[in-house]
């Protein structure tokens, strides 16, 4: 498959070379342009930085029960090529990249050409991993797009991996939706995380174009080195009631795709939902305290239960006041997200700003909502469909952005993730 030169290669180069280049392979060597073999100048993590390495391979994709780091970059991706075997070669290129970023290193090895552009685009250099992790997913629109079933893999769509329903209040823009692909990158610093990103994208050039895109921040570890539970841009602590990452038979229910859920090569895999919530902070921040508790049902400062002190305390949705009313309100976010508690979701979001909406002034600010689940359908659905009927945080939300990627299982070294799929 030959095409014309990539504009930051100096040669006519085909497409499957640019991979090779841009890709490492386990090599540990890389070849130039003029053919011949190049030294390994990686740039390896210094023993000091190693804690802050998050392994890239095992059974699951690191990134999903992996304690949220302090920022994402987050992107959605088309496939513009053709060939089931060319999204096979990215996806092998892809692992060994991120593997290498994951550990601090640079996504490939320099040619010490210096006509050529450098391999990577060198923002790293010299920072620390960060707890780097890069989670990969497929939309359904990989499996069949307008229905026409594009690389041969229809019969493979996972029967969980749906298209979610059109939900009250919803105002989804088709900039902020869906995706062949997703890359997923969070880690403590943002240029870490915006660098995976980039270089994902630049190697899959002439492969992939980017269909949306959105950065995020919780708090950092700096600011709050306890590692409480982070506060949205509404001021409320965003997290407390997640199911526990450490208990490995709640993860197996909650999070991870099991051999009962029919789909072999999804095992060990999870189903990721995104939803671009944009918040209206002007409005918000002429609500008054009590409003914003009764919406919420916990106290802003403690993030507590309402009427309870602490914040983990029990979320008692019997309890009534002397008046008869519930003290969690009925309509309150809550009650609402729990219903009977039976199905759960692990949420991983992270606040968003983006300037301005419009000339009006508003500020463009909000929640990158990413949760993973077994099964959308039976876990982020229902949920939902509460929440949009009748959570009073409607008023002051609107979501405009949403997708689902089926993130497929971790990659074992020397395989490749998409490997159990591709
Ligand atoms: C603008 C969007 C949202 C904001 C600002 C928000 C904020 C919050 C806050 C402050 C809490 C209480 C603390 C906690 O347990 O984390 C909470 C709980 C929760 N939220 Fe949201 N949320 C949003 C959207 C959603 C969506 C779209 C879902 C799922 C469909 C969801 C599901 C949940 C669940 C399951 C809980 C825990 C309920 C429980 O106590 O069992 N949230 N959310």
Redesign the pocket.
Known sequence: MKQEKENFFSEPISRRDVLKLTGVGGLGLMLGTSGTWLASKTLLAKPQDRANIVPFHGEHQAGIITPAQDFVCFAALDIVTSKLSDIKELFRVWTDAAARMSTGQTAGDESGEALLPPTDTGEVVGLSASRLTITFGAGSTLFQKEGIDRFGIASKRPSKLIDLPLFSGDNLQSEWCGGDLCIQACADDPQVAFHAVRNLIRIGRGFVTVKWMQSGFQRTSQSDPKKG?PR?L?G???????PNVHDVQKMNQVVWSQTSDQTPWMVKGSYMVV?R?Q?RVEAWDRTNLQEEESI???HRQS?APLGMKGEFDK?DLEKKNPDGTYVIPEDS??RL??GN?KA??L?R?YSYTNGLLDKTGQIDA??L?I?FQRDPKRQ?VP??TR?ANSDR?NEY?V?VGSAVFACFPGAKKGGYIGGTLF
């Open positions: 539970t949205n509404l409320f602590k965003d997290g407390t009631a997640n939803r919530v918040f919420f049902g916990r993030g979320l976010h809550v997200a729990r508690g759960e979701i949420r979001s909000g929640l909502f949760c982020f949920m939902q929440l945080l939300i979501h």
